[in-house]
C-alpha cells in the first residue's frame, strides 16, 4: 500500500516550498519532493556539503527557506526523483532507498525551469556551458567556470553572471547582449514598479560598467569553436529581432562560453496527464492553463512557479502560497472566511510584480527571427546530432507536428528528452510549414519523466525480503 | 594546475580535501563539491562522446537536464552534475566507448 497524503508537492524551489509551507500550516499532510539534497531550486541552490560562502541575498533566502522546510511537519524526500505521476494521483520516486510510491488527491506541480539555448555551431563544444550553469557553479560551487569567459545571451541572467564573475575576481573577455540600450531602457517604465529589484539590477550594471568589460549590445554568438572545447568565440551583430546582421564579427580568445537565451518551463507533469496547455511566447512556450490560484484543467492538479510560465523568483513564491492555501481550501482543511483573508495579500502582492515579471520575460522570450538565422548544419538536438537541414527535411517529407518530426529524425528521442532541444526545434518546424507556432504542437508527455538507473528502481534486497506466497491448499 | 580549467573561488571553507579516481588519473577535489564541478576545476571538461556524430560533450546544464555530463560510476551511468564528491570515488569518462 503506498503511503497516502493529503497533498503531493513536486519541486522544492521557491515555489514548491511556500506551497507546501502554506498547506502544512493549515494541518494538510503534505509531502514534499526534490532530486536535489536540499531546498532552494536553482535560484536559492544550496551551496555544496563543507562550503561555506559570503552569501548573496539569494543565498541566504535561501538559508532562510531551508530553515522553515526543517522546522515545519512537512515530511521530505530529498535526493529523490519523480519518474511516474499517474491520475489520482500516484507518485512514482526513484532514490537513494530504491523506488517508492505515493499517493494524494492532490498534486502541486511546481518543477521550475530549465535553460533555453538557441544553437549556433560549437554550442556542443565542452567548455560551452548555460549561463544558469555559470550561476549554479559560482554560487553552489563556489567556482568560476573558465578563465577568460565570453557571456552571451539576453535579460537579467546575462548582468547577473556577469556581476558574479567580477566580484569573484574572474576575468570576462566579452558580453554579448541581444538586446540593445533601447530594448533595457524600454523596460525602466515597468522595472520601476519594484524599486528593490531594478536597484538589483542598476547594482550590477554598475559593477559591469567599472570593470570596463567590452559589452557588444544586439550581438549574437556566430559559432564557438576549437578542437575539443571552446578556445574562440566568434560574435556578429543582431538585429532589433534578433536576426543575425550584416557587418564585422569579432573573434574572442576564450576558455568558456557562458550562454543562455532565457527559460522554458518544465511542464512535464501536467503534459504528462494530459491537462490543458496553451503556447505563450512571453511565458517561455507551452505552459499549462492554469488560473489564478495555480489549478489546471484537471480536479486536484495545480501548477506552480517558473514551470507553470516564466515569471521569476518573487511572484513564484506568491504563486506558491496561493496554490497551498488553495489546496488547503480544496481538501476543507480551512474554512472560507480563513481562505479570503490568507489569499487576499499574496493575491495582491502578485498582481503588483506582473509590470516587472513580464517586461523581464520579454528581453527572455524565444525571438523567432534568431532561430530562423540558426545555420542549416547547426545541430539542434544534441543528444541525438539532429541539424536544423534535416528537422527542416522532416517537415519537407510530411511532418506536421513536433511528435512526427521526431518520430521522422529522431530530433527530441534522446536522453534529456527534448527538453534541450524542443522549443527551438518546434520554431523551426513551424517556420518551416508557415504555420502558427501552436500548430505544431508539443512533445507528448510519457513516463519515464526522467531517465531513471535500473539499480534506483530496484534499490537493494535480501534474499529473505522477495515475499513468497502461501502455496494454495490442494 | 592544468591551462583550461574551472578556478575555486578564494576565501570561505571548503569540504576536506580527498583524492577521487578519474580514468587513471588521482584528482584532488572537496568532499561534498559537484562531480561535474570538480572535474571542471582539474581541467577535465570532455567527459563523452555524442552517440552518432562522436563529437566531444562536457557539462552543460549542471542542472540534471541536459544528460551531457554521463560518466560511469561503480559501473552504472551517472549524471555528474547530480553525484557529490566523496574521498576514494572512482570514475570513469568517455562511458559509451570501450574501456
Not at chain 1, 488560473?291 to 495545480?302: A, N
Not at chain 2, 578564494?10 to 578519474?22: H, N, S, Y
Not at chain 2, 562531480?35 to 546544464?61: K, V, W
Request: charged residues 20%; glycine residues 12%.
Amino acid at each position: 500500500m503506498s503511503p497516502a497524503f493529503d497533498l503531493i508537492v513536486i519541486g522544492a524551489g521557491p515555489a514548491g516550498c511556500r506551497a507546501a509551507l502554506a498547506a502544512s500550516r493549515h494541518g494538510v499532510s503534505v509531502l514534499l519532493i526534490d532530486e536535489a539534497a536540499a531546498a532552494g531550486g536553482q535560484v536559492h541552490r544550496a551551496p555544496a556539503g563543507g562550503l561555506v560562502l559570503k552569501l548573496d541575498e539569494d543565498g541566504a533566502k535561501g538559508d532562510e527557506l531551508r530553515r522553515r522546510i526543517a522546522q515545519s511537519a512537512i515530511t521530505l524526500r530529498f535526493g529523490c526523483r519523480v519518474w511516474s505521476v499517474a491520475s489520482g494521483f500516484r507518485v512514482d520516486v526513484a532514490g537513494h532507498g530504491g523506488h517508492e510510491a505515493f499517493t494524494a488527491p492532490r498534486l502541486i506541480a511546481a518543477t521550475g525551469a530549465y535553460e533555453r539555448v538557441v544553437p549556433f555551431p560549437g554550442w556542443t563544444l565542452p567548455g560551452v556551458i548555460g549561463l544558469a550553469a555559470a550561476t549554479i557553479l559560482i554560487k553552489s560551487q563556489g567556482m568560476l567556470p573558465g578563465r577568460r569567459i565570453v557571456l552571451a545571451g539576453c535579460g537579467p541572467l546575462l548582468l547577473l553572471v556577469a556581476s558574479k564573475v567580477l566580484a569573484a575576481g574572474g576575468e570576462i573577455a566579452a558580453i554579448a547582449d541581444l538586446s540593445g540600450p533601447a530594448d533595457w531602457l524600454a523596460t525602466l517604465p515597468r522595472v520601476l514598479r519594484r524599486p528593490g529589484l531594478a536597484m538589483r539590477g542598476a547594482g550590477w550594471a554598475v559593477t559591469i560598467g567599472r570593470a570596463r568589460v567590452p559589452v557588444h549590445f544586439r550581438h549574437g554568438v556566430r559559432a564557438a569553436t576549437g578542437p575539443d572545447r571552446v578556445e574562440r568565440v566568434e560574435i556578429g551583430p543582431v538585429d532589433r529581432s534578433g536576426a543575425p546582421a550584416a557587418g564585422n564579427t569579432i573573434s574572442l580568445a576564450a576558455d568558456t562560453l557562458a550562454v543562455g537565451h532565457g527559460l522554458v518551463p518544465g511542464a512535464e507533469i501536467p503534459r504528462l496527464l494530459r491537462a490543458d496547455m496553451i503556447f505563450d511566447r512571453r511565458r517561455g512556450g507551452w505552459v499549462p492553463q492554469v488560473d489564478e490560484l495555480g489549478r489546471t484543467s484537471l480536479p486536484g492538479l495545480y501548477a506552480v512557479g517558473d514551470g507553470a510560465g516564466i515569471e521569476g523568483a518573487e511572484p513564484a513564491l506568491l504563486a506558491g502560497e496561493l496554490a497551498g492555501l488553495t489546496a488547503a481550501r480544496d481538501a476543507g482543511r480551512i474554512s472560507a472566511a480563513t481562505y479570503e483573508h490568507e489569499v487576499a495579500k499574496p493575491s495582491r502582492g502578485r498582481a503588483s510584480y506582473a509590470p516587472f515579471a513580464d517586461a523581464m520575460a520579454d528581453l527572455m522570450a524565444l525571438r523567432p527571427e534568431q532561430v530562423a538565422g540558426i545555420p542549416a548544419e547547426a545541430v539542434v538536438c544534441r543528444c541525438e546530432d539532429v541539424t536544423r537541414a534535416e528537422i527542416e527535411n522532416a517537415a519537407a517529407a510530411g511532418a506536421r507536428d513536433v511528435n512526427q518530426m521526431k518520430h521522422f529524425t529522431r530530433c527530441g528521442m534522446g536522453p534529456c528528452q527534448g527538453r534541450m532541444c524542443g522549443d527551438v526545434a518546434a520554431e523551426l518546424l513551424a517556420q518551416s510549414r508557415k504555420v502558427p507556432r501552436h500548430a505544431v504542437g508539443y512533445w507528448t508527455g510519457r513516463p519515464p519523466l526522467r531517465p531513471v538507473p535500473l539499480a534506483d528502481l530496484v534499490g537493494s534486497f535480501d534474499y529473505a525480503d522477495i515475499p513468497i506466497p502461501t502455496p494454495a491448499p490442494l | 594546475m592544468p591551462e583550461h580549467a574551472a578556478v575555486r573561488i578564494r576565501g570561505g571553507q571548503r569540504g576536506a580535501r580527498v583524492t577521487i579516481r578519474v580514468d587513471l588519473q588521482r584528482v584532488e577535489a572537496h568532499e561534498g563539491e559537484m562531480l561535474a564541478a570538480a572535474l571542471m576545476a582539474a581541467g577535465i571538461y570532455r567527459l563523452r562522446r555524442s552517440p552518432n556524430a562522436g563529437t566531444a560533450r562536457g557539462a552543460f546544464c549542471l542542472m540534471g537536464v541536459c544528460q551531457e555530463c554521463l560518466v560511469r560510476i561503480g559501473g552504472e551511468l551517472r549524471q555528474s552534475c547530480m553525484v557529490p564528491v566523496v574521498a576514494g570515488l572512482e570514475v570513469a569518462t568517455m562511458p559509451g566507448e570501450a574501456q
